[in-house]
């Protein structure tokens, strides 16, 4: 069964510091895709980045990154250089073939920067 | 232009209420969902509709009823409202290919007194 694992309740974290946001998953679907959105506080959710099972290289987006280990089933966020605006509930989510393309997700990680 | 919205943002109702929630997207999406985000932020999928077509119904009482008119719009209605529905609830939309993350609306607030 599909399953997404967000260990990390709440962080707090340094401006302009980088930050690493955990992320496990879990799945028997050799094809499946995984993406983090962020979630401010006015409640909206916003997609930041994707990683394909089979994509090579991991994923980056401006300040976004993600560590992908495929072996050890994890899809870390890495945010470079935080910022106020970071501030917001992080969510990681997966999907797969067997999942009739619907997304689960993580029960988040609330990020919080400290000017 | 907005991508997915939805409306109202906000729904205070007494228990007992019927009250429903559109969701429109001019994506050109093929795939819209119903998600419902719990006082614990929790995300859980709870209807996914392809073309009009019902494809997911997770366990939801069957108070819920989406109603997919087309594949542009998809509507939430929920009967005999209980304190316990009080959540966000969030429609989006995706294509099939497992690249494609959702569009979000920006939520429903529903608060059942």
């Known amino acids: 069964a599909q399953k997404i694992t967000q260990t990390q309740p709440g962080m707090f974290v340094q401006e302009k510091e980088a930050v690493t946001l955990d992320c496990t998953y879990d799945t028997s679907d050799p094809s499946y895709g995984l993406f983090w959105y962020k979630q401010p506080s006015s409640g909206e959710m916003i997609f930041l980045i994707y990683?394909?099972?089979?994509?090579?290289q991991n994923a980056t987006e401006g300040r976004y990154s993600l560590n992908f280990q495929k072996a050890r089933k994890s899809a870390n966020l890495v945010i470079s250089a935080s910022q106020l605006g970071d501030s917001a509930m992080y969510f990681c989510?997966?999907?797969?073939?067997?999942?009739?393309?619907?997304?689960?997700f993580g029960s988040g990680t609330r990020l919080s920067i400290r000017p | 232009d907005t991508a997915v919205s939805q409306t109202p943002k906000y729904l205070v109702t007494q228990m007992g209420n019927d009250k429903s929630i559109k969701c429109e997207q001019n994506?050109?999406?093929?795939?819209m969902y119903w998600y419902k985000q719990d006082s614990k932020k929790f995300l859980k999928i709870m209807f996914s509709?392809?073309?009009?077509?019902?494809?997911i119904n997770e366990t939801v009482p069957n108070r819920f009823s989406p109603k997919s008119p087309d594949k542009a719009h998809l509507n939430l209605h929920i009967n005999s409202l209980e304190l316990g529905d009080s959540a966000v609830y969030f429609c989006a939309s995706s294509q099939g290919e497992r690249n494609y993350g959702y569009t979000f609306g920006s939520g429903t607030r529903l608060t059942v007194v």
């Open positions: 989510a997966m999907r797969d073939w067997s999942s009739a393309s619907k997304i689960i």
């Open positions: 990683q394909g099972s089979y994509d090579q």
């Open positions: 509709y392809n073309n009009k077509e019902l494809i």
């Open positions: 994506l050109g999406h093929d795939t």
